[in-house]
């Protein structure tokens, strides 16, 4: 007996250290398992952050800034140097590395919305080690460069139209945002490309009462090619709530993203007599292609219901002449009155994208002083008498604003025109409202060569511009001003208005918008993305080239005033030649897109 319990003590000993031993290695592998689920975790979500890193990058400035601005310059050796990247992202305390390369060399494609892109595969790779578990993760990135200047509208916004006298808008429209579309007469959009990724509203933006002003709104039916003259001309009215109305249809404010639809025996569908599909549905057989149309098939006015993408736009401080910078080369210098090179490490700022890519500069110190510089070159004296200083009367400012004439003609002949095509306009010391500084190009009928002109503060364009012999060009600035042929500087804040004359400016724009505030304002719209000044009633203002909002003014912020001016008949359109990118103005900013291939 004694010996049966002596084994049956050892047995059970034995067992009870076999499962402990057991549970043991359980747990162990159980860790194992979930430490390399965290580390696997860890990888994918690692690609997530670098892949919005390199968007962040984009938008914010840096290198994948630079990539995208200065592409068509730099071509693909300057893009791979730009983009490729390796190093270490953060997600919470961990820090894992992560690898970015071009893997193949950027082509140039052309989507099927017809938008020309310069594509290249992007492969990003993660590694993480935790506590002895190991994990990769890859994911293979299409990435599309597209110049923003192939849009007739680009707003990185919301987009509000509702213009007074007739207007016809030709070319590709996009907005970041929701689309406010009405017309104080009747507004035709002669394209194939009318998005908005958050709603479209047939009312005004941000008010609080219901506006029921609007005239006829017009799309043209989807055709391939709406500029060839050979294609199917054929517009349709978008219903307005009176249109409904007549029809027995309640709606808010006729067929628009508001629209769910009027089902009127309540049978869960809307195929009965007299209803009608909601705004998303309803939409796209209004302005789809035309019933005889043999083409390809498509619907020219898609919105957030219809799942638009947004487009992702270049940073907004390309402009600025100084950005901050920890380790800039560049202080403020108060006597100076502009920011002046320092040497013993006390920067505080660098030059901005714009500013540090030009070929010929022009600074202007806050006492109206002014130097031009040809890269590391002063060249002041070879544009005396292309560059004056004056004044300018801006009544949408209420004030009257310094500034500084460019004769473009003269700068043509001056021997430093520009190289590359780029010239920064930069005026220290311009405060938001109070001060606000500008410059005036004027004799530009013919510019010496294809041309970007680039400022932080305001540009007024005077007269026609790029008319004779026209080539690539574009203007940026804080906010871009149109003035007439007839502007000859007599106005005063208080002489009214001076009578305008047809002028055409063959150009890209890209100005500051502001957009409405709920109750407060209507900010004009972008029928005024380019203001005007004078009394331009029943006379004709072209603007063929592109049209891009990408921030609000930082110093021209007054919204515009009713008595500062009186509209034009409006023929803006989109510039066919932008289509090719050869043929785009130098240093055309570009929009990036991001798709994921595959991930492993």
């Known amino acids: 007996m004694l010996l049966s319990a002596i084994v049956v003590v050892a047995a059970t000993a034995t067992l009870s250290v076999t499962l402990t031993m057991t549970a043991s290695v359980a747990n162990q592998r159980a860790e194992t398992d979930r430490q390399r689920l965290r580390a696997r ?4 979500g690692a690609l997530e952050k670098v892949e919005q890193d390199l968007l962040d990058r984009f938008s914010l400035g840096g290198d994948a800034a630079s990539a995208a601005t200065f592409y068509l310059e730099l071509g693909a050796d300057g893009l791979t140097g730009l983009i490729e990247d390796e190093g270490e992202t953060s997600l919470g305390k961990h820090q894992v590395p992560y690898s970015v390369r071009i893997l193949e060399p950027p082509t140039e494609v052309a989507g099927q919305d017809g938008l020309r892109a310069i594509t290249f595969l992007l492969s990003v790779h993660t590694e993480v080690h935790l506590d002895g578990a190991h994990a990769e993760a890859n994911r293979l990135l299409l990435a599309r460069l597209m110049p923003v200047y192939q849009f007739a509208v680009f707003y990185d916004m919301d987009l509000e139209i509702w213009p007074g006298p007739d207007m016809t808008l030709s070319g590709r429209v ?14 035709w959009f002669d394209s194939n490309y009318v998005r908005a990724t958050g709603s479209y509203i047939q009312d005004r933006a941000h008010t609080h009462e219901d506006v029921d002003g609007s005239q006829s709104v017009y799309f043209r039916r989807w055709v391939e090619s709406p500029e060839d003259p050979s294609e199917p001309v054929e517009f349709v009215r978008l219903p307005r709530e009176q249109d409904l109305a007549d029809l027995g249809i309640p709606s808010e404010s006729g067929l628009d993203s508001r629209f769910a639809g009027y089902d009127s025996n309540a049978d869960g569908d809307f195929n009965d007599s007299g209803e009608m599909a909601p705004f998303a549905e309803a939409v796209l057989e209004l302005f789809q292609e035309p019933d005889f149309y043999t083409g390809p098939s498509g619907s020219t006015l898609r919105s957030g219901e219809h799942d638009v993408e947004t487009i992702s736009a270049p940073n907004t401080d390309i402009k600025q002449m100084f950005v901050e910078s920890a380790s800039g080369g560049y202080g403020w210098d108060a006597a100076a009155g502009k920011y002046v090179e320092v040497t013993d490490g006390s920067g505080t700022h660098s030059p901005g994208l714009f500013h540090r890519g030009s070929d010929l500069s022009i600074q202007v110190a806050e006492d109206g002083t002014w130097e031009a510089w040809a890269g590391d070159t002063l060249v002041t004296e070879a544009l005396i008498g292309a560059v004056t200083t004056s004044s300018l009367a801006d009544k949408h400012q209420e004030d009257v604003i310094e500034t500084v004439v460019i004769d473009m003609e003269a700068l043509g002949d001056s021997g430093v025109f520009p190289a590359n095509g780029l010239l920064y ?15 005036v190009l004027t004799n530009g009928a013919q510019l ?27 203007v940026i600035a804080d906010r871009v001003n149109l003035l007439s042929n007839a502007w000859d500087g007599s106005k005063t804040l208080g002489n009214g208005k001076p009578a305008a004359s047809e002028t055409t400016y063959n150009l890209a724009v ?18 005024n993305l380019v203001r005007f000044h004078e009394n331009w009633s029943g006379t004709r203002c072209r603007v063929h080239g592109s049209f ?35 043929s785009l103005p130098p240093f055309t900013p570009c929009m990036l897109q991001l798709n994921a291939v595959a991930t492993w």
């Open 510 to 527: 890209m100005s500051g918008n502001r957009e409405s505030l709920w109750g407060l304002r209507l900010a004009g719209g972008f029928e």
């Open 41 to 44: 975790f860890l990888a994918e």
């Open 548 to 582: 891009t909002a990408l921030w609000e003014p930082t110093y021209a912020r007054i919204h515009n005033q009713s008595d500062a001016y009186s509209p034009p008949v409006r023929d803006f359109g989109f510039d066919e030649a932008f289509s090719t990118l050869a």
């Open 448 to 474: 010496g060569a294809p041309l970007t002109t680039v400022s932080e503060n305001s540009v007024y364009v005077h007269g026609d511009y790029n008319t004779v012999e026209k080539k690539p060009a574009s």
């Open 425 to 439: 306009l930069g005026y220290n010391g311009s405060e938001a409202d109070s001060d606000v500084k500008g410059f």
């Open 174 to 187: 996009h907005a970041n945002g929701d689309m406010y579309v009405g017309a104080g007469s009747r507004l």
